[in-house]
């Protein structure tokens, strides 16, 4: 059975994408460049900084990458949002007995859920520096391995939750079933070549999809 539901952050439980085309809009302004719409700024969702820099605003310079950095953190605490479904799956999920995780790439990510209000609908919130100290970002399974060895759960008990390539990699490293969720730039073609085991396009799925599915 599954015991352990893993969910990226950024595009999959909450929508980062505001605060992504506010930190790029804020270059844009200092450096008197068209500013960016919504629609351009998600074609980029889950590539590297200096990809949303070229796509974004032309070209990749790294003092705009500094620049952009130098504004995130505020814009995230104003932009950020959980998805609309978020809160009552994590809280139907827990219903079911499961254990809930977050699995991200982000450095200080309990600090980043406590103030979107959903810390404390997860057992463990994991990222590349706590609380297991610095480890190899994801596609690299170190992070999933130590979360699951924490939590006490096998990898045919676990599931994790992603937007994007580099989440199903994870999970296919870890041995863990990875579900692809098309919030972020990938599609459900995508994530059946990726080797996903589900893909869906809205939390809301999910839990059917564990009630149906939970059995190793």
Known sequence: ????????????IVDS???????????????GLPE?????????????????????LGEYRPEWIRLYRSQSERLE???????????????A?????????????REHPSAVLKHEGLERYFDIIVGADEPFGHQPYKPDPAMMNALMSQMNVK?????????ADVDI???????????????????????????AWKSIDTL?????????????
């Open 93 to 105: 999920l827990r219903d079911f007995g499961l254990k809930l995780a977050v699995l991200s790439n």
């Open 17 to 31: 994408s505001y605060a992504i085309m506010e930190g790029f809009n804020y270059v844009a302004r200092h450096e």
């Open 36 to 56: 960016v719409s919504h629609e351009l700024t998600m074609k980029y969702i889950a590539t590297p900084l200096p990809t949303f820099c070229e796509g974004l």
């Open 169 to 195: 990699v994870t999970a296919l490293s870890a041995h863990v079933r990875g579900i692809g969720i098309t919030t972020g730039n990938f599609t459900h073609d995508d994530f059946v070549l990726l080797g």
């Open 155 to 163: 990898p045919c008990e676990t599931v994790y939750i992603g937007d």
């Open 204 to 216: 809301s799925e999910l839990a059917g999809i564990i009630e149906r599915d939970a059995i190793c």
């Open 77 to 91: 605490r104003e932009y950020i949002r959980p998805f609309a479904d978020t809160v009552p799956v994590l809280e």
């Open 1 to 12: 059975m599954i015991r352990l539901a893993v969910f990226d952050h950024d595009m999959t």
